[in-house]
């Protein structure tokens, strides 16, 4: 551990920009010495599913043995950083609705039979989560979803904003890597890891792909390799099992209070989303439909919809397709309940692949730590948590690679090893 360290991190995502800032901050770093490279494989950071979530904290999110540690360490790089003016840092409330949406509330309407499909839910809220929702009235400055329509609100966890906040994904991600930057580690954007060589008992060297030129490249003489390269990392490292899901979202030009809103929408059995009923298309979902919509800083509102497998992960991040139907699905749904952003703008329409562990499943957390190969070291498979998980998960890896044991927290129970990676 004392000598030089030549340490290659794989993937600039919220995982990749925070490991490396924890890397390049602890206390045994020394840029004599030591050396951090970063390799983002896309144009630029922030390509995946880091600069397209919602950017949702939370001290009720999971897993548990890492959530606390990660949200206090928001709250302190926000401070140090200035992250409310940068990357809009702040607290909210968070609620749930349930709204039943009447036949006169629906302009455009079909008679319709079959082509229906049941709403498949993000899996933000475990079972813990769930029950943390107390009912309670509508808050007078919920302005924003019709009043009239909404049969129950639960609030989530204490009263008030104290164990939920936010970040802008996309600048959160961007500044943490520029802070890292300016701290000594050197990012490298277009450069698609291709093969890490190693032998049983350590890393030799990094081969990658430089896109702009066409060249591979080598680094040599590594002596540690972070492999957080979210849902590509099970093609990265294939024995992490860890792949990706797709799931759409949309940010609307919109100024609103500051709420983050998880949905339970009941639609009247004959609506048709009147993208769909253009297209002569029948309606796409049976039931209600739960899209999650959040009032974010700099004049936005964010709102995801389900996750799909209709299209497998692509080479590269800036090359995920995104399905503008489905898109247009999800505005429409939530216009039905908020006159608000009905008729707001519309900022993007955009994809990204949430990274999850094939055996973990959903609703469980991700690995981090070592691996059976001395200097490959793991953190992924985050899915609906990376960015409230990330500074932790940064924080943690520094002191895997830089002490040889995370002491912030206790995460055994997220051993790569005990995956048989
Ligand atoms: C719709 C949606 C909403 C979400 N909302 C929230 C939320 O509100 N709160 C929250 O905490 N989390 C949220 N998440 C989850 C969060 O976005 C992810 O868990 C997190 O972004 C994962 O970060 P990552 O760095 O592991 O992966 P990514 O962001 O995917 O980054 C991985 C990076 O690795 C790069 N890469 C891939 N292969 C290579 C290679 N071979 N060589 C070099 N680089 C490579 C990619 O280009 C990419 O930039 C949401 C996710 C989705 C899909």
Redesign the pocket.
């Known amino acids: 551990m004392e000598g030089k360290r030549n340490i290659v991190v ?8 925070t490991t490396a800032y924890y890397l390049s901050r602890h206390p045994k770093f020394n840029p004599a010495l030591h050396t951090i490279t970063l ?4 144009p630029s ?13 939370g001290l009720w ?1 999971y897993p548990s043995c890492l959530v606390p540690l990660s949200f206090k360490l928001h709250a302190e790089l926000a401070a140090e950083h200035g992250g409310a003016q940068k990357w809009g840092y702040r607290h909210l409330k968070c609620g749930s609705i349930s709204a039943t949406v009447t036949k006169q509330r629906i302009q455009q309407m079909q008679t319709l039979n079959g082509d229906t499909k049941a709403w498949e839910r ?1 899996p ?1 809220q475990n079972e813990a989560a769930q029950e943390l929702f107390a009912s309670t009235n509508q808050p007078e400055d919920l302005d924003w979803i019709a009043r009239d329509l909404v049969e129950g609100y639960a609030e989530m966890g204490a009263p008030g904003a104290s164990e939920t906040a ?1 970040v802008h ?1 996309y600048h959160f ?1 961007t500044s943490i890597g520029e802070l890292a930057r300016s701290g000594g580690v050197d990012i490298r954007t277009n ?4 093969n890490i060589k190693s032998s049983a008992s350590e890393v030799e060297s990094v081969e ?1 792909l430089d896109r702009e030129s066409g060249e591979t490249k080598q680094i040599n003489d590594v002596t540690d390799v972070v492999v ?6 099970g ?2 490292l294939p024995k992490a099992k860890v792949e ?6 949309v940010v609307y030009e919109a100024d609103v209070s500051a709420y983050a809103v998880f949905t339970d929408i009941e639609l009247p059995s004959d609506f048709v989303p009147e993208h769909r009923a253009k297209m002569g298309q029948k309606r796409k979902h049976k039931g209600s439909v739960d899209p ?1 919509i ?1 009032a974010r800083p700099f004049g936005e509102v ?1 709102a ?2 389900e ?1 799909d497998k209709l299209v497998p992960l692509p080479e ?3 090359q995920v397709e995104c399905d503008e139907a489905q898109c247009d699905d999800i505005i429409s749904y939530i216009g039905t309940v908020s006159p608000v952003l009905h008729s707001a703008s519309i900022k993007a329409k955009q994809a ?4 999850q562990h094939i055996r973990f499943g959903q609703e469980s957390g ?1 690995l981090i730590g070592g691996t059976s190969v001395p200097g490959i070291w793991l ?12 500074p932790g998960t940064g924080k943690l890896m520094s002191e895997f690679v830089f002490d040889g044991k995370a002491t912030s927290a206790n995460i055994s129970n997220l051993d790569p090893r005990k995956f048989k990676v």
């Not at 794989?10 to 920009?17: A, D, H, K, P």
């Not at 950071?45 to 904290?57: I, N, V």
């Not at 990706?244 to 979202?249: D, E, F, I, N, T």
């Not at 953190?379 to 990330?390: E, L, R, V």
């Open positions: 794989v993937g600039g995502g919220v995982i990749g920009c390799l983002e494989a896309a950071l922030a390509s995946g599913a880091s600069g397209k979530a919602g950017g949702l904290l999110a993000l933000k936010q994904p991600t450069a698609k890891v291709t990658y957080s390269a979210g849902p590509w990392t093609r990265v990706g899901l797709r799931a759409h979202s999650e959040y964010y995801c919809g996750p590269t991040a800036d990204c692949y949430l990274p991700p953190a992924a498979g985050h899915t609906c948590w990376g960015i409230q998980n990330g």
